[in-house]
């Protein structure tokens, strides 16, 4: 996967589980790049077979951009739990988050008829909503657990219940679906040409993973979201408001989410809110990303990919029967692999102070 | 995978010394999320009961407040022919007294006018929900005495209620009449319960012996269940006369009977008895038996517990097995009383279990109350539906409101110390732990 050094900005890294996250990583990493040189051999010697004809699926422009496309709202979601996370907010209604935004960007791209003022009324309710979240976790000591899973549940209730008021159905009307950005040359690389024509939201992730990772580890805010974690006594002998940063971190990832929700409804132009609506647990797939990602940015968009990646493999399966399996049975890979991930990562070093309440001493 | 760190020996007295709730950033146990979950379980545990009623009893009033301006604020955005009140040029199109009122007398099938019995149909519409979310609520509650958050029970209800339809079709055909009832409900209900634990035993595993946490896990395997289910009965159960994604149909005499209550209303007197049944055994083994001594002490002060000799992650992969059980029996009931086959797409008692269980401070026999409050919502909610144009998903956001209300107890201890100033010094030092 990516480099796991830059992970180790933690001061105190205890070896203990790190090595063994690592491992459990390295496990995942190898696994797939084994998985994925079977399945080339097979092609180069039977190119007719079942594997050869799953290789072609896998390493194919199309899949590429699938995958890139699914993996936009979870990208988006987890580098907004990396910083609520780290700023010591254990921040589990990320779903809730995706689904508010995704509802209100439709909404008001319906309304204002711009799909760019629906994008930024699909952030702000996000924000409002995770402002909510942090008011009930830093001022009402809240469990943050709990009131994450309150968040989502709002969330998972308030959306089609708005959808059923305006539009008369858990389902919303279809606003349009935002364009591709192509650029020239580029595109026409094969494979490859998939990372150059994509939706704007695609090329705004690859923004916000770096421009996060920059932020947490070049930046001074960066160094308090961290120092609110892992030791906020400290920054606040400092001379910093932790609360304040903490305030900060966790809107910054309702912000974030609010984009890959948006990002998420405009790909189809509609919100659809039956049953787990169409966030269908991206909001929980991304907390296992970046916990897989070690609180990495990149290492989150990493992990992400592969759970992206095969749900564009499984998404393309059901269209080519390539393989014999009910689409139900495959529809199940990318929740199993999360599983299958999570078991092999086992514990990670979360933030020290991550899911405590901080109290100023001064007060 | 799993090493020493799994339960990093804290402080055994951890929280002894200063009865407070989360506000001690010092608890070593609050690095994880299942710890700080124990130290919310702590925090309720040193609750008073009366207290906890009162926070219980101030979100539902506050969450119905927020609720109300919902309604509001959803009423202006719609549009309808007839509003109820018009305000230059804002139409309300939705009554909030109306709503509540279906909401609480509809689910009653109405006291307050004349001519009530308690065998009306809404109220064993009321009474069926209830007995449903009486083993959710007790799923939940029981994995989270062991400091375990199952949001699993969903999955778990689905796969017992998918095993029960299956085995009782299957056995079926070999009985019948009255002896068929005594062998079949039973029966099917145990199917149920191994289905349902089988299904939380994986969650259990996978955290007792990988560390994986949880709070994801059950998740996952929340969303895993629906699709396999829903391949199982498509691909190999499906009955062949059915549009609907459904198994074909249990015979009447496989089904819990009615007793009292019309038969038509899916309702029995027998299966609420059965799950106040159940609460008083969940009571008792948390209460009176080692096992439940081990799995709150667990839950509690983990060190001290396996201090003490308790194998925890034995302890943790039995509760959730249990837990699932409890969730898998919710399903066999739903298939035995309610629907009298499989069909996807289960209502989603297994969250409202959560709810339930948090409203009643993960007490077993508070969980009966929380469940009839819940059961009076989910039937309501129908009601609602009926005689209202305001879209009966406003039961889910007030599910999400009631559990982000309880879960912010100092909100309401705030609140109390506006009222009473002068208790702020002791409440302030000590919080929770005033119980006057």
Known sequence: MTDERTASGSPEASGNHWTDALSGRTIVALATVGVLGLLGVAAVVAPESTAGGLFGVIVSTSTLSATLRLSVPIVFAAVGGIFAEKSGVINIGLEGLLIISAFSAIYGADVTGSLLAGFVVGVVSATALAGLFAVVCIEFRADQIIAGLAIWLIALGLAPFLSQVVYGGPNTESVGTLGTWTVPVLAEIPLLGAFFDAAPPVYLMFLAVGGAWYTLNRTAFGRWVRAAGENPRALDTAGVDVSRVRYAAVLLSGALSGMGGAALAFNIGQFTGNGPTMVNGKGFIAIVAYLFGNYNP?????????????????????????????????????????????????????????????????? | MSDDSEDRPGPADDGDDGPAPPADG??????????????????????????????????LVLSMLVGTVIIVVGGVIATCRTPVLTLADLTLCYDPIAVYDRLFFGALGDPLSGGWSPLNPQFAVTLRETTILVFTGLSVALAFRAGIFNIGTQGQMVVGALSTALGVLWIAPALSGVGGTLVLVPVGIAIGALGGGFYGAIPGALKAYADANEVITTIMLNFVATLMVRYLVTDHFQDPTSQAVQTASLPEYAQFPAVLFDPRLDFSLLALGFAVAVVGGVYYLLEYTTFGFDLRTAGLQPAAAEYGGVDSPRTVLASLTLSGALGGVAGAVYVLMVLGKFQTGVPSYGFDGITVSILAGNNPIGAVFAALLFGVLKSGSTVVDFATDVPPQLVGVLRGLIILFVAMPEFFRLIGRRIQPEDTEPARATGASTDD
Do not use: C
Request: a negative charge.
């Open chain 1, 298 to 363: 990149v290492g989150a968009l990493g992990s992400t990919m592969l759970f992206a990646g095969l749900d564009a493999v499984q998404l393309r399966l059901q269209t080519q029967q390539i393989v014999g399996v009910p689409d139900s049975l495959v529809q199940t890979i990318p929740f199993v692999a999360v599983i299958v991930v999570l078991a092999l990562v086992g514990k990670t070093r979360i933030p020290e102070a991550a899911g405590e309440h901080y109290e100023s001493g001064e007060e």
């Open chain 2, 26 to 59: 010092g608890a070593d146990d609050g690095t994880s999320p299942s710890g700080r979950l124990r130290a919310y379980a702590l925090t309720m545990a040193k609750t008073s009961a009366g207290e906890r009623a009162l926070i219980a009893l101030s979100a």
